[in-house]
């Protein structure tokens, strides 16, 4: 069945570093479509990024993410970590109509 | 307004007892799921509604009822709690089926079972 792997359970930086969760995937469908989705604390999980075609970057809220299907990854990035960006992020595979997850990033940015 | 309701936002429930856990949604979604989210685990998939039709996934199929009575609201009813079943239960909607990627979730359902 279809899997995804986010590697790092707990990241922690430090404001304004470059942040980098990672996301692999499999799945037997050839056109896969890829989400990040960001949940803070005492709120509603939420759609963050979803990915577009095969190497192209799609970009959100200074987040950007790009779907390689060579490597199954959609890897979630950006420039400069701010405090507002710890949260827990979930990777997610949609092929067949229903979302498979990935067990979470929790991501801590500390002053 | 794009919100996904859920109640109660915790319960309390002992062994052997049924819960009964509500959603509502007033975005005309057609498609509204259950999700199980237990510490540390990916949310696992229980069951969703493609307007009136249920689909349960194949290893909870036992386990949980669902209700979908309207087009906005949607139940998750477990007959007898078991230790198992506490996590947090997150309900969330989806337009339609061609667009399951981008669900609305609610704040969730806390479920302890004592």
């Known amino acids: 069945g279809d899997s995804v792997t986010q590697t790092e359970g707990l990241v922690t930086l430090t404001e304004g570093l470059p942040v980098m969760l990672n996301c692999t995937y499999q799945?037997?469908?050839?056109?896969?479509?890829l989400f990040w989705y960001v949940h803070y604390l005492n709120e509603s999980p939420r759609l963050l990024l979803k990915s577009s075609t095969d190497n192209k970057r799609t970009e959100h809220q200074g987040f950007h993410a790009t779907l390689h299907k060579s490597s199954s990854s959609f890897h979630l990035q950006k420039s400069s970590a701010q405090l507002s960006d710890s949260a827990l992020y979930y990777c997610a595979l949609d092929d067949t109509g229903k979302l498979t997850f990935g067990d979470g990033t929790v991501l801590t940015v500390k002053p | 307004d794009t919100t996904v309701k859920q109640n109660p936002r915790y319960k309390l429930a002992r062994v052997g007892k049924p819960v009964n856990l509500i959603c509502s949604q007033t975005m005309n979604h057609d498609t509204m799921y259950w999700y199980q989210k237990k510490p540390n685990q990916a949310p696992k998939l229980l069951l969703f509604?493609?307007?009136?039709?249920?689909?349960r996934e194949a290893d909870t199929f036992e386990k949980f009822q669902s209700s979908r009575p309207n087009n906005s609201f949607c139940s998750l009813y477990i007959g007898s709690a078991g230790l198992e079943y506490s996590a947090m239960y997150l309900c969330?909607?989806?337009?339609?089926?061609?667009?399951?990627?981008?669900?609305?979730f609610g704040e969730g359902s806390k479920l302890t079972v004592l």
């Open positions: 969330a909607s989806s337009r339609d089926r061609t667009n399951t990627g981008q669900l609305y």
């Open positions: 799945t037997i469908y050839s056109n896969p479509f």
């Open positions: 509604y493609y307007d009136k039709i249920l689909n």
